[in-house]
């Protein structure tokens, strides 16, 4: 069993590194009715409707395989290839729990990066037992619409701070945006929207290179670790992204956990020769 595992991951491997187009792969085994026997999230996705006003390309299967063959003209740039062809493979399958279609006939699929994520797990676990690939891969499901979202609207430098933060590769995400985007029928890809991303992308890394608040500091200032620690610590990365110094933002966290009651006995500690933030 465990050499055919293998042998699946090293053909399909084959197809998503070498191929021009990956699709020609996964169609074959469709053709032949064994998609579902390999990959039974995958062909979970034949036949299940997209809305055509975004997706005029057809079903969940249809645009995947698009997808893929778009991303297969982007594995050069990626960061990890493998992973990378893989979230684009797997970004959709929550559409397979999440696609309603409601008595107007309009399909939606609201939640599909999250409910996606078991299906993504399942899917990658038959193939691999590669913990991080697949952790990549469903960092990448979970991020992959936000991408193109904020670079329509422009957002603030903020918003887009807040994404690459969460993203465990972020380069790998904007091709997987840009793969996503592409593989519709309808307009070419915006490419000022990619180049929008890795100018943010830029901002972000700038960004981290200036000093932040850390567990450290808070302790300094006189907040004894518990139950809500992350939380203030979540809350100051916050204040950094808004753009807000370290001092002032070890102040805000301060005085927010105050104000929450957090200075009841054992939750809050004066540091020797006083309160920091009141120098």
């Given at each position: 069993?465990?050499?055919a595992v293998e042998r699946v991951l090293e053909e399909l491997s084959k197809a998503l590194l070498k191929a021009p187009k990956?699709?020609?792969?996964?169609?074959?085994?469709?053709?032949?009715?064994h998609l579902k026997e390999y990959f039974p999230e995958v062909a979970a996705c034949v036949g299940v409707p997209q809305n055509p006003v975004y997706h005029p390309e057809g079903d969940v299967f249809e645009h995947t395989m698009r997808v893929v063959d778009c991303a297969a003209g982007l594995r050069d740039r990626a960061r990890w290839p493998l992973g990378f062809m893989l979230s684009a493979l797997t970004h959709d399958l929550g559409k397979v729990v999440a696609t309603t279609v409601q008595p107007d006939g309009k399909i939606n699929s609201y939640g599909?990066?999250?409910?996606?994520?078991?299906?993504?797990e399942r899917q990658l676990r038959r193939l691999t037992g590669q913990t991080k690939l697949i952790e990549y891969a469903k960092n990448m499901m979970w991020l992959h619409m936000r991408p193109n979202m904020l670079a329509r609207c422009r957002s603030k430098?903020?918003?887009t701070r807040q994404l690459f933060d969460l993203s465990l590769c972020p380069e790998d995400l904007i091709l997987l945006s840009r793969a996503d985007a592409s593989g519709k029928d309808g307009e070419a890809y915006d490419e000022a929207n990619e180049a929008f991303l890795f100018q943010r992308l830029e901002d972000y890394r700038q960004v981290m290179t200036r000093p932040m608040v850390t567990g450290a500091d808070l302790i300094a200032a006189g907040l004894k670790p518990g139950p809500d620690f992350s939380q203030y610590l979540a809350r100051a990365r916050q204040l950094h992204f808004s753009g807000m110094d370290r001092e002032h933002a070890l102040k805000q966290v301060l005085a927010e956990a105050r104000g929450a009651g957090k200075e009841r006995r054992g939750d809050f500690r004066a540091p020797e020769g006083g309160d920091r933030e009141q120098e």
């Open positions: 069993m465990r050499v990956p699709s020609v792969f996964f169609r074959a085994l469709a053709a032949m009715d599909h990066e999250v409910q996606g994520l078991p299906l993504c430098k903020k918003k």
